[in-house]
């Protein structure tokens, strides 16, 4: 498949490197064609690595990944154009983390709507799906980091663009364990959950964690 | 102990019963001396059991808890009068959840702040110890209602008020893990995860859950 990933931080890097391992041709796009951590990914990467600007990465890809941070990600669509985002699956991993007065971060936007609403919202051809976003890049793409059972959350509006990336996480990323939270307004959830996230990693003192949901069977009531 | 409870709801009424149980003198407060939940749960519970107005359970209290409604809170300790609470360890359950426009619930305060901060900036000499918000009534009385392990946090700016908070909880309630997140800050994270909470009773069916902390180990880096 043509995975388009749009941002070349350390979350698109390593979802990016971890598509091309799985055998997909992936573009990492960024604001210019020739943005220097696209070159070096491209020519570390092989083949299957491509990079380009927003537009080309949006045109290019069957599958879109925004890994741009949250508080530029509508910017991001908006240069990449919405023609080429029409009728696609965008996997939206992004966090409206504002850190502009330090730690802990603040979201840009919480509570009654989130930035997976606010993508969707302008883009109602595209088929959002948010996941990945309570987690550090390197769990995402390697579940087995930490030890045990652990969850990850998936919202979106269309049921069968979630089927298509809970296929791709199980087989592809080895994610067991993915709980469907609903339409997309459940991405407030997981968005707000980053306000906890960040207090967790201070205390933890690693991002290498996840959360388990642990409940009472129906049978031992 | 003399524990104040304020708020007889079912959030009061699990916790000051369940206080009751270990042997604690306990009064449930309300808006009225007379309230007709408070007493049944009196005259329900024996002669350990206290009823009163909002001022006389945080006079009588030697620990406080809050179970009022989050939007009530302020209010509520308004009513009580700031000299009974001064000193005093209150220990803060609510969240300030807003169902005026139904299912699922937003946050009156949130991201910047929390409730939990603005009743400790309100009341500098209380030391305010937010925990139990992010479970169920059930589950905070009864941690084993939830198989395995699973975590409980706690926010609060003086130390030893959590160490006293904590000893109860383990010894008297059966939390064997509670994760202290640091100061009363830190209360932005476990309120704003019931925007995440409330989606999780949506798909679990229960509100018999909670989460546990995955991390790997350093050891295995």
Known sequence: MKVGVLGTGVVGHSLASKLVS???????????????KGAEWVSSMGERAHQGDFADTTAFGE?????????????????AGASSLKGKILLDVSNPLDFSNGFPPSLSVCNTT???????????????VKTFNTLSHEVMIDPGR???????????NDVEAKAEV???LREGFGWQSIIDLGDI???RG????????????????????????VKREKEST
């Not at 990492?28 to 220097?36: F, Y």
């Open 146 to 156: 930490v030890p045990g059972e652990h969850d990850l959350f998936i919202s979106g």
């Open 185 to 187: 307004t459940t991405a």
């Open 190 to 213: 997981t968005e707000a959950y980053l306000l906890l996230w960040t207090r967790l990693w201070g205390v933890l003192g690693t991002s290498d964690f996840n959360i388990k949901i």
């Open 114 to 128: 989130s930035l997976a609403e606010q993508i969707q919202e302008a883009y109602p051809e595209t088929k959002v």
């Open 22 to 36: 799985l055998g997909h041709e992936v573009m990492m796009g960024s604001r210019t064609k020739d943005n220097e």
């Open 166 to 168: 809970c296929k791709l």
């Open 63 to 79: 599958l879109l990944i925004n890994c741009t941070s949250g508080l530029h990600s509508l910017a991001v669509l908006e240069a």
